[in-house]
């Protein structure tokens, strides 16, 4: 008798489609056609549906590249278990390697780091000479508006905010670098110029006045003032740090330096002066 035959009760020979066994159930047992026989489970074609986008205009092998590249690993060195970036395991693999005195290691290592090297130092020296052009043409564009009487441009970052050091090729900002940031601070210079003549007039009516009740009065209010400037001052970058005029050095008038740290561990201060 084939594979592909049974016998009924009768002993009558019967076609069935394949021979019973593990994973070949009987016809009563078979999934019905059109029914799934996982209702709840993985979508149809799940398995292989992509997990970065791969569309038209899209860099789907970098994208998978970069994601195994960064796709954390557990190493252990030692007694230590550590987890490090792939990429990060596979070069210190390739210096360990070396030290032990792969050449192959020792050759590809040394080129990959002169190569980093170059890339970097041609990139900072690029940036360099376009931010040193920068701030030449900018300075020069508003030292001619201020010649003719003319009202100097504003552009963002300002020159002066760009801070260059020769000896290292680093490019610094001391200032902002957006509108909005630019126009916040512009509020908190105005905000301090008020305080300061806040400082003025309250420490000098400090100074006339004899009436005791009115002193006391009056060194609050210059106290208060004195302390909005240092916040403000303490918060602005060196560039834009002014000396206060009439400050006061009486017991609870605030310290320049020390203004923000203080409202930072004193709630009732960062209740007062933070709206």
Known sequence: MSAAEDQDDKGEVLPVPYKVG?????????????????PRGRPRGARNKPKIDTGIGMRGAEAYLRAEAYRMVTLREGD??????????????MGVAAMKGNRFAQRTL?????????EDFTSRLDAFGKWAEYKHEWGEAIERAKLAGREP?????????????????????????????????????????DAQEEVTYFSQKYRETSDEQLKARYLEDWHWEQRMFD???DTVSERYKVKLENRSYKQGASRTGEALEEMRVNKRLRDEYVE
């Open 110 to 118: 040394a080129d990959m780091i002169t190569r980093v090297e170059h």
């Open 153 to 193: 441009p504003r552009p963002i970052p300002h020159p002066d905010d760009v801070l260059l050091d020769p000896h290292t090729g680093d490019v610094k900002f001391a200032g902002p670098l957006t509108k909005e940031a630019r126009d916040r601070l512009d509020q908190a210079l105005m905000r301090r110029a």
């Open 80 to 93: 230590n278990v550590i987890e490090l970036p792939a990429i990060q395991a596979v070069f210190r693999a």
């Open 231 to 233: 916040i403000i001052n």
């Open 22 to 38: 593990y994973g070949r159930p009987p016809t009563e047992h078979r999934f019905r056609k059109g029914y799934s026989g996982n």
